[in-house]
């Protein structure tokens, strides 16, 4: 990923978010392949706002997904391939995971470039 | 960290997440002395439930903090040596940041320990 792909483009607030934080088990087991895939899924779905992601060398990860609304969330966990990734996740991938899902109310950051066509520094001020 | 402490330990929601994602510029610019400092005075702030976090090897991180109320996040921003961190932070350790504030709606994780003294399980369902 490049230093700016890193950051999800996201619109002005409300929309949503789903916090996954998590420590993988040892061994890959398949999870390459799967996370790709699950991220290409994510991406196709619709409400699909973005993705930032990280895993620390110790193993524990945080992605968050960002979503038009929780609708959209709830559609995207109906998909067959996700609710399988998530079955077999539980105990393949994961030794533990918490999903929480938040509704954005504010956002903002430095430099100002997230919000394409709109005025930039809108809701500064930390 | 130990394995168990890099998640935060948080009540039935509702409640409030700070997701902080940044890239951190080069060289540790007393960063390291900051971070700590930062996170020993949010911990003893009122609300304050709980912070995951990560950073890669690329400079990307997520810190996510939790909280009781909107009005905790408030007044920890409000915060003298906070509001100095975040000034200085703009330029001297982050190349860039974003600050989303949401509210957590629904959460749920597998093994399930994270709601002592309530029934596990409760809000499952992935």
Not at 29 to 52: C, H, I, K, T
Not at 56 to 74: K, L, N, Q
Request: hydrophobic fraction near 40%; charged fraction near 20%.
């Amino acid at each position: 990923m490049s230093a700016t792909s890193d950051f999800a483009q996201t619109p002005e607030p409300p929309y949503y978010a789903v916090i996954f934080s998590s420590r993988r088990t040892e061994g890959d087991n398949d999870y390459g392949n799967m996370a790709e895939r699950m991220a290409s899924l994510a991406a196709m779905q619709p409400g699909f706002l973005g993705v930032e992601s990280v895993r620390g060398a110790d193993g524990f990860g945080i992605t968050v997904s960002y979503w038009a609304s929780a609708e959209s969330i709830a559609a995207w966990k109906a998909d067959v391939e996700h609710a399988a990734a998530q079955a077999m996740g539980k105990a393949r991938w994961y030794e533990h995971y918490e999903i929480r899902i938040a509704k954005v109310e504010r956002a903002y950051g430095r430099p100002s470039v997230r919000h394409c066509g709109q005025a930039a520094g809108s809701g500064t001020n930390a």
